[in-house]
């Protein structure tokens, strides 16, 4: 692992966890058919943790969410059935469960904001694990996102290692799955993060970003729609 914020919030959980947990994350960030829900992914959110560690009561449970938010990330599988997001979450709060060593109550909180992510817009924190945990959910859910508010190039690079994730679907329909998603975004944009200071971050660009790609890819598919000559 070279990322540096990793290695350094790994260092301070790897001892709530059981001595192979770090090898099922490997295993599931550095599947070779992973585009976005890589290391680097990973990397980009502990990054941002670390510039707003302030605003978290436990940034060592926001850490560990991170980590393992993503740990089963597979869209299809092997007899070619397509996997919902859902899934996927569960599973990676299960595969965390089952590698955890921390108490109970902080087991809990780190796998609810992990089932969190299947619901992002509609996700509340129902149950006060420690004081703080409210604003610590909200944190790692806007983290999660925060990708939306990127500068333009990168924004447009992570849209299409998303793609890369998804190659059985036909380049046209991939567009039009996220077309809906990203219009959602932009009429939404004052409301998808949940902090001021997120908002204030990232909002305007994620709104910038949802309108921009969007009319890119509806020119692509006009182009897709013309009848040859």
């Given at each position: 692992?070279?990322?540096?914020?990793?290695?350094?919030h790994w260092?301070?959980?790897?001892?709530?966890?059981?001595?192979?947990?770090?090898?099922?994350?490997?295993?599931?960030?550095?599947?070779?058919?992973?585009?976005?829900?890589?290391?680097?992914?990973?990397?980009?959110?502990?990054?941002?943790?670390?510039?707003?560690?302030?605003?978290?009561?436990?940034?060592?449970?926001?850490?560990?969410?991170?980590?393992?938010?993503?740990?089963?990330?597979?869209?299809?599988?092997?007899?070619?059935?397509?996997?919902?997001?859902?899934?996927?979450?569960?599973?990676?709060?299960?595969?965390?469960?089952?590698?955890?060593?921390?108490?109970?109550?902080?087991?809990?909180?780190?796998?609810?904001?992990?089932?969190?992510?299947?619901?992002?817009?509609?996700?509340?924190?129902?149950?006060?694990?420690?004081?703080?945990?409210?604003?610590?959910?909200?944190?790692?859910?806007?983290?999660?996102?925060?990708?939306?508010?990127?500068?333009?190039?990168?924004?447009?690079?992570?849209?299409?290692?998303?793609?890369?994730?998804?190659?059985?679907?036909?380049?046209?329909?991939?567009?039009?799955?996220?077309?809906?998603?990203?219009?959602?975004?932009?009429?939404?944009?004052?409301?998808?993060?949940?902090?001021?200071?997120?908002?204030?971050?990232?909002?305007?660009?994620?709104?910038?970003?949802?309108?921009?790609?969007?009319?890119?890819?509806v020119e692509?598919?006009?182009?897709?729609?013309?009848p040859k000559?």
């Open positions: 692992m070279s990322a540096q914020a990793p290695a350094a260092a301070r959980i790897a001892d709530q966890h059981d001595p192979d947990a770090w090898l099922a994350l490997e295993k599931g960030y550095g599947d070779p058919a992973r585009g976005y829900h890589d290391w680097s992914h990973i990397d980009d959110l502990l990054t941002k943790l670390d510039q707003l560690s302030h605003l978290a009561a436990r940034p060592d449970l926001v850490a560990a969410a991170i980590f393992w938010h993503d740990s089963v990330f597979i869209t299809r599988s092997p007899d070619g059935v397509v996997i919902p997001d859902a899934d996927n979450v569960r599973d990676s709060a299960i595969l965390f469960e089952r590698h955890s060593r921390f108490p109970a109550a902080e087991t809990a909180a780190i796998r609810d904001m992990i089932m969190a992510t299947a619901h992002h817009l509609s996700a509340h924190a129902k149950i006060q694990h420690y004081p703080g945990f409210t604003q610590d959910f909200d944190l790692f859910l806007d983290l999660d996102l925060s990708a939306l508010g990127a500068a333009w190039p990168v924004f447009r690079r992570n849209f299409e290692r998303i793609r890369f994730e998804y190659p059985w679907i036909d380049p046209a329909d991939f567009d039009r799955q996220r077309l809906g998603m990203l219009d959602k975004f932009a009429r939404t944009s004052s409301e998808v993060f949940r902090l001021p200071v997120s908002r204030k971050l990232w909002s305007a660009l994620m709104h910038e970003n949802c309108l921009m790609i969007s009319k890119e890819i692509r598919l006009q182009q897709t729609q013309k000559e």
